[in-house]
């Protein structure tokens, strides 16, 4: 590590916060900054304001080395620091399916106007192509006199719930846009992953830019595929999960992301397609805007598809039907429900009438917050209590597990919906469940 390379991390979300903590690790001296004080004031008493597995405990020991701080002074960070990481949101818009860049200007304009010393400012938030070059001219226009500053982009790549592992050893590292300047700071900044054999892609602004998005649109879209098949094998009598088994044993295709159901959720896949279909349409490219919109279309579909499931499983209507709802949060491994598949579910039944009950092992809190009408279990167990019918719409390891003969006892009717294909309908069938799956055969 070279002597005093200060590192500033703007924005302590999922991407700063595990950033920020990281580039400690990897021996740099970080100040992670945000404008919520909150979050500012839980970090850096050492508490991750979110689950994240692993980071509560790289969090304290990198702020009890004292090189990581937190504070939600940016002018500050902006004078202090050397490489400057932009991981602020960038939200879809309320109005259109475009993403909301004001959190982006805002922190670029202040590291800008606020350096004193040559720097580095790096793009990691996800933003459309187009966006960097633009940033540039915002720097220049701002930047005082006799500093020395330049903008590239490093997309992040990481997973909610593998988030540390996939910030420390990533499968690339994208570099757009840098000069020989920049390139040597950043190749100084990931020594550690890049003498692990990281491979580093040197490149421009809007390739960079674009290889973030067409990342999430690719795996979007794998799983859009695989539940436009698992339609095609409902109506002809086939396992989508015995059929994506054998598709996986094709190296060209891989077995990651095609575990049909009810579809992506969270606070990056829906967002980046769409704001990318947008920003296709808007370039003129609209065969991709044209092949997003249905990948979009599929995946929502799903939503649906589980919804009417739930309606002919009950005899055609939910109204004042107990409904029992596992899980909360987009995935596994996460309390993160931005725009979650089984709290969209969950919301649409209670809207028809139904009373259901949730319970989600870390998401019960942030789900209870966004959606305080729907009623909260505090076990699995208590949720299937007295129920008609049980959907499991998230699949955390402890429902893969649930002993399908004793729960049976405790539900009303004992009927289950998987929605995640992650069940064995005989073993549910044999403790006497009616059981109904995506893509799944009806016997
Ligand atoms: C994603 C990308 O994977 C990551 O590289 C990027 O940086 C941010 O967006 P994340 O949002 O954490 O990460 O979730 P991911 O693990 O990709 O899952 C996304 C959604 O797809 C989840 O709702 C998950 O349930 C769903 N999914 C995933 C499926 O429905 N089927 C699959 O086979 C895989």
């Known amino acids: 590590v070279p002597a005093g390379l200060k590192i500033s991390v703007y924005g302590t979300g999922y991407l700063g916060a595990t950033h920020a903590v990281s580039m400690a690790e990897l021996g740099f001296e970080v100040m ?84 004193t010393k040559n720097g580095v400012i790096v793009g990691k938030s996800t933003v459309p192509v187009g966006t960097a070059a633009r940033l540039r001219e915002l720097i220049a226009g701002l930047t005082p006199e006799g500093v020395e500053v330049d903008l590239l982009w490093n997309p992040e790549f990481l997973r909610e719930g593998k988030a540390v592992d996939d910030t420390l050893h990533p499968d690339r590292i994208v570099l757009g846009g840098t000069n020989a300047r920049t390139e040597a700071i950043m190749r100084e900044v990931y020594a550690g992953p890049i003498a692990e054999g990281t491979p580093v892609v040197v490149t421009d602004l809007p390739t960079a830019e674009l290889v973030k998005v067409s990342a999430n649109a690719f795996l979007a879209t794998k799983i859009s595929f695989i539940n436009a098949i698992a339609g095609v094998c409902e ?130 809190d942030t789900a209870r917050a966004s959606f305080p009408t729907l009623s909260y279990a505090t076990s699995a167990e208590e949720a299937v209590e007295g129920t008609d019918v049980v959907l499991m719409l998230t699949e955390w390891k402890q429902f893969t597990s649930l002993d399908p003969a004793a729960l049976a006892k405790v539900a009303t009717s004992p009927r289950i919906i998987d929605a995640r294909g992650k069940l064995d309908p005989a073993e549910w069938r044999a403790a006497g469940w009616e059981f109904r799956g995506l893509g799944r055969t009806a016997a």
């Open 235 to 364: 109506a002809a009598g086939a396992d989508v999960t015995v059929l994506a088994d054998a598709l996986g044993h094709d190296v060209r295709i891989g077995r990651q992301f095609l575990d049909a159901g009810l579809g992506f959720g969270g606070g990056c896949l829906p967002k980046d397609i769409r704001a990318l279909m947008h920003r296709s349409n808007e370039l003129g490219a609209y065969r991709a805007a044209a092949l997003l919109q249905q990948v979009d279309e599929i995946n929502m579909g799903q939503r649906e598809r589980v919804i009417d499931m739930t309606m002919e499983a009950l005899g055609g209507s939910v109204l004042n039907r107990r409904i029992c709802v596992l899980g909360a949060a987009f995935k596994p491994l996460t309390d993160d429900v931005r725009d979650s598949p089984a709290l969209n579910v969950a919301a649409a039944l209670h809207l028809r009438g139904a009373q259901v009950t949730v319970f989600d092992p870390e998401a019960g």
């Open 32 to 115: 992670g900054v945000d404008t919520d004080a909150n979050k500012v004031a839980a970090l850096a008493a050492g508490k991750v304001p979110f689950f994240e597995p692993g980071l509560p405990e790289l969090l304290e020991k990198q702020l009890a080395t004292g090189r990581l701080t937190f504070s939600t002074d940016l002018e500050e960070a902006a004078r202090w620091g050397d490489v400057h990481f932009i991981c602020v949101g960038t939200p879809q818009m309320k109005t259109s399916h475009a993403a909301n860049l004001g959190y982006v200007e805002a922190a670029t304009s202040t590291v800008a106007k606020n350096l």
